[in-house]
């Protein structure tokens, strides 16, 4: 792990397997003050060492960050986040050198193109499934994690669908959820049924920072039933984790007593969580953090 400080005004760092090697990091900067939250975006471990952050591949012991932005991959092909015009797309691209090519779509997130909608590219992702994750709650086909997202869309001039625009969230084993778009109180975008101990698959939706769970089969219409906000303390809904981590992370999460009745607040999760972007005290001028995303749901390093 990589953690990163400003220290009278450079960028300091150290990697935790040499962490008395404190070195000024050039590259990439961390913001000086305050913190963005949790991200969502995670980067993708490489066949041949280091890690696709989408700039060039960050190894164990750089001095240098490379540009970070939104990475999926497949477990063979790799893209990042880019735009043609003002159109936000998927670029192919080459962690080796950092450089990307034409615009595409891995072959999950194009099986949920469909006629009259639209794909959030901005809420799509795709992960090459980690040994320990097999039983990720939000479902696998055994070769990936993620989900696409869809909207219905009409032309100019055309009246709406009958029933109303629909979100839909489609996960790699076939499972698809959907709510109202746009919903009275926002516009919250599902992520998939989240399978929880007991059997029940609420309904998972980002709404601004909050992640909701909405019952099965509602399609949104009745309501949450509960939320947390990834990056805060655990609270009543989570309150065996001092960390929500984002959601990119909540594959790893395991019920902590198979065998125990369901109840609030049975979920682990094994291995090390994401990096934290929590805030530096007030009263101090330099403070320390680990680099976001820098790690893949799962006990992974960078090496």
Not at 75 to 104: C, F, M, N
Not at 183 to 200: F, I, R
Not at 222 to 230: D, E, F, H, T, Y
Request: glycine share 14%.
């Amino acid at each position: 792990m990589l953690v990163i400080w400003w220290e009278d005004g450079k960028q300091r760092g150290y990697w935790s397997h040499r962490p008395v090697e404190v070195f000024t990091v050039a590259g990439e900067q961390i913001p000086r003050w305050g913190s963005s939250g949790p991200s969502d975006d995670v980067c993708v471990p490489l066949p041949g060492g280091g890690r696709a952050t989408g700039g060039k591949a960050l190894h164990a012991g750089d001095t240098s960050v490379p540009p970070q932005r939104a990475v999926l991959s497949d477990g063979t092909g790799h893209w990042r986040d880019g735009h043609q015009g003002t159109r936000r797309v998927w670029l192919e691209y080459d962690p080796v050198s950092g450089t990307h090519g034409r615009a595409s779509l891995p072959a999950f997130l194009h099986s949920g193109v469909r006629e009259g909608t639209r794909l959030l590219t901005e809420h799509c992702q795709v992960l090459p499934l980690q040994p320990g994750l097999e039983n990720t709650p939000f479902g696998t086909d055994g070769t990936v994690l993620g989900r696409w997202v869809r909207r219905t869309v009409t032309e100019p001039g055309l009246p709406a669908p009958a029933d109303g625009h629909r979100t839909v969230a489609g996960t790699p084993d076939g499972h698809t959820v959907t709510l109202p778009a746009p919903l009275p109180d926002g516009s919250p975008v599902p992520l998939g049924a989240l399978t929880l101990p007991g059997g029940s698959r609420p309904v998972m939706a980002l709404a601004g920072r909050a992640v909701e769970a909405h019952p099965a089969g509602s399609k949104g219409t009745v309501g949450g039933l509960w939320s947390v906000i990834p990056g805060s303390m655990g609270s009543g809904v989570a309150a065996g984790t001092p960390y929500v981590p984002p959601v990119s992370y909540w594959h790893a999460m395991r019920p902590r007593d198979e065998q125990a009745p369901p109840r609030c607040g049975t979920w682990r999760t094994p291995g090390r969580k994401s990096c934290s972007r929590r805030s530096p005290p007030r009263s101090s001028g330099n403070w320390k953090r680990p680099v976001p995303c820098r790690t893949t749901p799962g006990p992974r390093r960078v090496r």
